[in-house]
């Protein structure tokens, strides 16, 4: 198999370290250790460690699965279940320590970096309007979804997750998103 490219081998570094340790406590040394590259091959690549940040989110934002969301094949209430469950799957696998990185860049750097900001609530809109369509087909066809507007719902759904992965990385356990799961259970039947 092909070994990754510096480029890659950096973005990976940094994706590990901001999960693990936040923004600022993650330095470009860091990552070009973890990288297995040297310190002065990071800025052949990137401008700044924000926009790897940036790029790093936008990667980050490319597993979430969203395209579960469109696959019009499983009936829309299941899709957005299957499509929580997978994210509950990745918190899971690191024992709950890592969080969501758009909860934690928004927590970590919403008053220090417009750009970062601007980006976390760029993708979260993007989810909200994933998710708003999906409610959208489910009345179509007549699931039992809540009396709110889609939007609105979605929104909260949305809300209500990024909240229970960051007291789920507090608590090191998944109780918080049973909760979730069971409003959204509520919310959906």
Known sequence: MPRASMREQLIEAASD??????????????ITDAAGTPKGSFY?????????????MRRYSDTREMAML???SVAPVERMRRHFAHLRADLERFGYARGCMFGNFATELSTQS?????????????????LGSVLDEARAAGAPVAEVESATLARFLVSAWEGAAMRAKVLRSGAPLD???????????
């Open 179 to 189: 909760d979730f799961f069971a409003v959204f259970d509520s919310l959906t039947a």
């Open 114 to 130: 417009t750009v970062i900001r601007d980006q976390v609530g760029d993708r979260l809109e993007r989810w909200e309007t994933l």
């Open 44 to 56: 052949n690549h990137f401008e700044s460690k924000e926009s790897m940040a940036l790029e790093v």
């Open 70 to 72: 469109a696959d019009t």
């Open 17 to 30: 370290r901001f999960h693990e340790h936040g923004f600022n406590a993650t330095g470009i040394k860091d």
